[in-house]
């Protein structure tokens, strides 16, 4: 008996009686005739009909096909084989006529990507492909192979049903969640699932201020920037990062995990010291500074240093020991000068306010009433 079938798209898949027998028996409810138990004689006769023409060879779907039409008429079922006929060309066409849009950015760097919104895209057009569904789900969903056929198979008849000429690539790949998702498979869906914001959410960023980080003043347009950053980040965090008991937690609001959408290390230490030893080499800077020899230079390498770090640390940038480390600097200036440079110090610290989202820095300076003893 046949084991096995070739499909179109060129895959191996295993024979199934059933199938030939339902398709038989569609075509003869839309003939008028109702009796199952003639769909499966018909369907009997079709597989004797297999066995002796394909004895060596894996028949093609189409092959099985044309064997279902000699049979009906062989067996007087003319009315019952129009139908199937007609069936088999109107599916045919449509896969056929059916084109699939595919937006196109020729990005080659992350540059590009970045610049998605504004480059102008391209549509590549291409024929109607049920394989390419079944591709995506093994490679992306991790489904099984039979698995994901029968969801390509349910998706390809929804959109053959709506008779479309054209359709997208987004469309196509909703249909696929919405079929993932009806079936049980919510876990694969999520992995399909498109990180995006909807409209109406990001309406609202810009009419009002996230009250999430305190440091960032009001509203602007590099907070809204940051905050749409941080929606898409914290997504793929939940889902793809975290495990499902902690993500659900913090969805639920049990728990809450600062800072989610900042994939980097929270707070810092930093040494004053190997600034004033090194002066100012950043590879994030095109340009380097010798150690600083006056109290006003090191304070300026100093902001630009952290103003340089905030990009890698969601948290707290500390310096310890920071009037320990200025003191060489200070010998033998007068009170009011050495008051000025302190007051310059904390102001321009703390008026730093051109971070990430237009917020203020996040310092922590460690002042001592002494010498620790692990310094002397």
Same mark, same amino acid.
């Given at each position: ?32 005739? =109702?009796?199952?138990? @003639? ?9 004797? =009909? ?6 060596? =060879? ?5 092959? $099985? ?5 000699? $049979? ?12 199937? @006929? ?85 469309? @196509? ?10 079936? %049980? ?8 699932? @498109?990180?995006?914001?909807?409209? +109406? ?40 990062? +975290? ?71 969601? %948290? ?40 990430? %989202? %237009? ?18």
């Amino acid at each position: 008996m046949t084991q096995t079938i070739k499909k179109r798209e060129g895959q191996l898949v295993e024979f199934d009686k059933k199938k030939i027998t339902e398709a038989i028996f569609a075509a003869m409810l839309a003939a008028g005739e =109702k009796n199952k138990t @003639i769909s499966e004689k018909v369907a009997e006769q079709v597989i004797i =009909k297999l066995e002796k023409r394909f004895k060596d =060879k894996i028949p093609q779907v189409e092959e $099985v096909q044309d064997i279902v039409e000699e $049979v009906l008429i062989r067996e007087g079922m003319v009315k019952v084989a129009k139908a199937y @006929i007609l069936y088999r060309d109107r599916r045919s066409r449509i896969r056929e006529s059916l084109k699939v849009r595919k937006k196109v950015e020729n990005h080659e760097s992350t540059t590009d990507l970045s610049l998605l919104v504004s480059t102008p895209t391209s549509e590549n057009i291409f024929h109607w492909d049920r394989n390419k569904i079944v591709q995506a789900l093994v490679k992306e969903a991790e489904l099984p192979l039979n698995i994901s056929t029968k969801i390509a198979k349910a998706v390809e008849k929804k959109i053959v049903d709506l008779g479309l000429s054209e359709i997208s690539t987004s469309l @196509i790949r909703e249909l696929v969640d919405n079929e993932l998702f009806t079936r %049980g498979y919510e876990h694969k869906w999520r992995k399909q699932k @498109i990180i995006g914001i909807p409209a +109406f959410d990001l309406k609202q960023l810009f009419l009002s201020k996230s009250k999430e980080n305190s440091n960032i003043g009001n509203n602007n347009p590099e907070a809204i920037n940051l905050t749409i950053a941080e929606n898409t980040i914290k997504q793929y965090m939940l889902q793809e990062v +975290f495990s499902k008991e902690i993500s659900n937690a913090h969805l639920k609001g049990w728990i809450h995990i600062h800072d989610l959408g900042y994939p980097r290390i929270y707070c810092s230490g930093h040494s004053l010291e190997f600034l004033k030893k090194y002066g100012l080499e950043l590879e994030n800077l095109d340009t380097s500074s010798a150690p600083a020899r006056h109290t006003r230079t090191l304070t300026g390498h100093l902001n630009t240093f952290l103003a340089s770090m905030q990009a890698y640390y969601a %948290g707290a940038l500390g310096i310890g020991y920071l009037n320990i480390m200025y003191a060489p600097f200070l010998v033998n200036l007068p009170f009011k000068e050495i008051k000025q440079e302190a007051q310059y110090l904390i102001f321009s610290g703390s008026q730093n306010a051109f971070s990430r %989202g %237009g917020q203020s820095l996040f310092l922590d300076f460690n002042v001592h009433l002494g010498i620790p003893h692990y310094l002397r």
